[in-house]
């Protein structure tokens, strides 16, 4: 008993023994002659008979200590080994306590569920043009590390963000396979930086398989830095200051081992993308508190005049209803996006002289039909695989050399 924890009953109200302060019970009112059952109405369930009057029953023990740890979730040390079940309706109670929405205690209760459960709390998360969001529950968002799919378009990442740190990191490693990060301004150093950590550390992003880096100002020299991604299947590189070309599939061919499709890819729609789990309301409940105009206290007159002045409600809400800087009509955007994708291993041999193939039709030339043999002689050695030229990217130039020494 010396290293365990003890609970005393006292007068209806339980405590612990410890220097740990428990939740208290909310004020409601102090009249307990009109009804004596208000400081402890969230054990019972009111309902009313066929004749209309008023009868109340108590709750389970079971609900009763549920909605006890609610209330103090942020002393709770593990969920690991709880039964799913548990975690699930520990969270709904969490959730309905408004629990994650309170800053000071957010991040570790999310941290606790997230420990346990893993993809069960979120296993998808759209963030696309709600970079508000972003920056206001950023410890939160870090929480979340069995991620299968991020949707950070339109997040105005830039070129340093501590974001990047996160994607890299070992929680995710082994589980993010989709990444959106289009739209955020994002040129060749910043995705020079992003990747740092995986080209000199081997590790980080293992299982990526879809890459959407469009409407960036990237090149084609940015294309050297995803080599390090092994399983990464499909890329967007629509709106880019890359351009449609021979020299541009054979590029990437030759780097990553993709072709190009000349159909748009419906991995890149954004209607897959949606934000699934548990926590999936609390994201929703942070987007609405967000942009709700916040009671001011009166502390003086010019903060008050100046939030009336910029208006931070409008300016939220113009910010979450804008759209993506990108191509002014649908057309445009059909007609300019780049997607590639790995071909199968059926069909390798067929699909890798698509980028000579492509643009023979268009301008047909003697340089075409010469490149048709070489590229077909570079490619037969590896049958299920890349060529390997990705393979000579291993080795550290002196800009990385630069860029880790400079951390």
Known sequence: MNNSAIYVRERGNLRRVSDIVLAQPKPVSSCRRTNPFVLRKEHFIFTYNAEGSLRYTTKSLFDITLLFVADNIHHVDSLVGFPEQIG?????????????????????ALQLFSDAYGEMVLGSLCLRNRFPLLHERMNEIKTFHS??????????????????????????????IHLFI????????????????????????????LLDVSYNPISVRALRYLTCLPKLGNLDVSGTSLKLGTGLKTTIWDQLGLI?????????????????????????????????MPKQKKIDESRTSALRFFGRQKFVREVLNAAPLVCESEEEAKRERLHFFRPAANNHISEKQTPSTANH??????????????????????QQSPPTKRLSSSTLSAEDIDLLNSY
Request: hydrophobic share 30%; net charge neutral; with cysteine.
């Open 182 to 209: 289009g739209g955020n301004s994002l040129s060749d150093v910043g995705l020079q930086r992003l990747t740092a950590p995986i080209r000199m550390l081997r590790k980080g992003l293992d299982c990526l398989q």
């Open 147 to 176: 991620l299968k799919s991020l949707d950070l378009f339109g997040c105005r990442l830039g070129d340093d963000h501590e974001l990047f740190q996160h994607l890299t990191s070992s929680s995710l490693a082994s589980s993010l």
């Open 88 to 108: 699930d309706r520990l969270f709904a109670a969490a959730e309905e306590n408004r629990v994650f929405l309170n800053a000071d205690i957010s991040a570790k």
């Open 260 to 292: 190009y499709s000349e159909k748009p890819l419906d991995t890149f729609d954004h209607s897959r993308c949606k934000t699934e789990g548990w926590a999936e309301q609390v994201v929703n409940q942070w987007e609405t508190n967000s942009s709700q």
């Open 361 to 382: 039709e268009a301008k047909p030339s003697w340089s075409n039909i010469k490149k048709r043999p070489r590229q077909s002689e570079r490619c037969d050695p590896s």
